[in-house]
């Protein structure tokens, strides 16, 4: 039992020795050059990827267990987590004003334009039509534009000198829309984020899912144990990927706004496999879950924490999108809410997300 738990884990236990060495040459590789800490970097970066990951598996073994939508809520908060982790500890090596605004954005774009696009794509191609419960659309929607309109468009217009009134009030403006948030995704409007497939889509045996293997898989205690484990990881980790990276990028033509990316790839990585998965299974609606969840969960939950870190150390951030940044939301909001108003998804509509997130890509690499 437990040579079979090392076998399973040695992801992590792999990130405990690249930890320590990459603390032992951490020196060498700067006196090294730009090269070898982008090497470095990139190694550190796959690491993390796989670490959170693990983390993930785990996420996924506890929302199992306890069904939606308390799985879903699991698995979102847990790459939050691994998220708002990463951030922090690249602000204490980043100056860059823009790097929570530009994270947040990313984000979002990588979880609705890429992920529910993808998913969608592929899940119509096989499938066609993959129904779900559009309640969830239209809920994750409205919440997420008001949570970004609140906090990164109306701080376009706050007067410098009130940026600590505002700072504050979006922190409680947050902490509410979230606390409204979880009453009804765990309360009486839980089954606005669940689907009642037929019984005929479930092959014998297994778990509607289809994690009927990963709910054997250990125990509760041990996944949220191994989950704790691999966030503290990926937090020593990333202090090092940072340093590295920001070494390797310094004096570059690489995008400004590259780092957030990172960021936000490495913490949704996970949920992009969840979410291709399901949408191949046809189970739309977990797609739905992960990929709005997720962006609403990011605004919703990294915009307070890290407010609050500007207000403790009354160094405000540029929290006030780009022109070009807000287009992009609201044209990804409007899409969003049109492809997700009639309980049907469809390889046009994913292909439409899919080109947002192209056109994601493209702007980013034009430096806007």
């Known amino acids: 039992m437990a040579g079979s738990i090392l076998k399973q884990e040695r992801m992590l236990l792999l990130a405990i020795p690249a930890a320590i060495t990459a603390y032992l040459a951490e020196h060498a590789i700067f006196e090294a050059g730009k090269t070898a800490a982008l090497i470095a970097a990139v190694a550190l970066i796959g690491l993390i990827v796989l670490v959170s990951m693990r983390v993930a598996h785990h996420a996924e073994i506890l929302a199992t267990k306890v069904g939606d939508p308390y799985g879903t809520m699991i698995l979102t908060l847990s790459a ?4 708002v982790l990463i951030l922090a500890i690249i602000m204490s090596e980043s100056s860059s004003p823009t790097l929570v605004r530009d994270t947040i954005y990313s984000a979002v774009m990588i979880d609705i334009n890429g992920i529910l696009g993808l998913a969608a794509l592929l899940g119509g191609l096989r499938h ?6 559009d309640d969830s659309g239209k809920t994750y929607g409205v919440m997420i534009l008001t949570a970004m309109g609140i906090s990164m468009i109306v701080p376009e217009f706050i007067p410098n000198e009130s940026w600590h009134v505002y700072s504050a009030f979006t922190i409680v403006a947050m902490i509410a829309l979230y606390a409204l948030f979880l009453k009804m995704q765990v309360g009486p409007h839980s089954y606005f984020f669940s689907y009642a497939y037929p019984r005929k889509a479930h ?6 899912d289809g994690h009927a293997k990963e709910e054997d898989e250990g125990s509760v205690p041990l996944s949220i144990g191994l989950i704790i484990a691999g966030v503290v990881l990926i937090g020593v980790l990333a202090e090092f990927m940072s340093a590295f990276l920001s070494e390797s990028l310094e004096g570059t033509s690489a995008p400004p706004a590259l780092m957030a990316v990172v960021v936000a790839t490495i913490s949704a990585s996970p949920e992009i496999l969840t979410a291709l998965r399901s949408a191949l299974r046809n189970r739309m609606q977990a797609v739905v879950n992960i990929a709005m969840g997720a962006s609403l969960s990011t605004v919703i939950l990294t915009v307070p924490v890290m407010e609050g870190i500007a207000l403790y150390t009354g160094q405000p951030f540029i929290m006030a999108m780009t022109p070009v940044q807000t287009v992009m939301v609201f044209i990804t909001l409007i899409a969003a809410a049109i492809n997700l108003n009639d309980g049907e998804t469809n390889a046009i509509e994913g292909m439409t997300h899919f080109i947002l997130f192209a056109t994601f890509i493209m702007l980013l690499f034009q430096g806007l």
């Open 203 to 208: 092959p014998a045996g297994q778990a509607s």
């Open 128 to 133: 066609g039509e993959q129904p779900y419960n």
């Open 80 to 83: 939050v987590a691994v998220e």
